[in-house]
């Protein structure tokens, strides 16, 4: 069993950064592909990015490729969201998942394949 808690959301202005964290407990990151992904109001959760287990192959969704950008740390089991240059439009619920299966660009994209979801955490960006 794996319990995730992500932190960091807030709310900022266009053009500002923040950084989203998911710590992890129960097994580490290590051993699992990590994803983010968003939900806005009233649409559909929607893939951000994923760190595979390896910690070889990173992906992005094309709307954040350039400014966000995931990374992990072993030593304290957390993966985090580095967020640049955000805006209105990425204004959503951010939640972290992690699961044990063959990453690819296409399986990485599917909620489907993640095991374990965290609650999520607000981001809100003001225009």
């Known amino acids: 069993q794996v319990q995730l808690v992500e932190s960091g959301g807030g709310l900022v202005q266009a053009g500002a950064s923040l950084r989203l964290s998911c710590a992890a407990s129960?097994?580490?990151?290590?051993?699992?592909?990590t994803g983010w992904f968003r939900q806005a109001p009233g649409a559909e959760r929607e893939f951000v990015g994923a760190f595979t287990e390896s910690g070889v192959n990173t992906y992005y969704a094309d709307s954040v490729k350039g400014r966000f950008a995931i990374s992990r740390d072993n030593a304290v089991n957390t993966v985090y969201l580095q967020m640049n240059t955000l805006k209105p439009e990425d204004t959503a619920v951010y939640y972290c998942?992690?699961?044990?299966?063959?990453?690819?660009?296409?399986?990485?994209?599917?909620?489907?394949?993640?095991?374990?979801w965290g609650r999520g955490t607000q981001v809100t960006v003001s225009s």
């Open positions: 129960g097994r580490t990151f290590s051993s699992y592909t």
């Open positions: 998942a992690a699961g044990q299966f063959w990453a690819t660009p296409a399986s990485v994209r599917a909620g489907k394949f993640y095991d374990y």
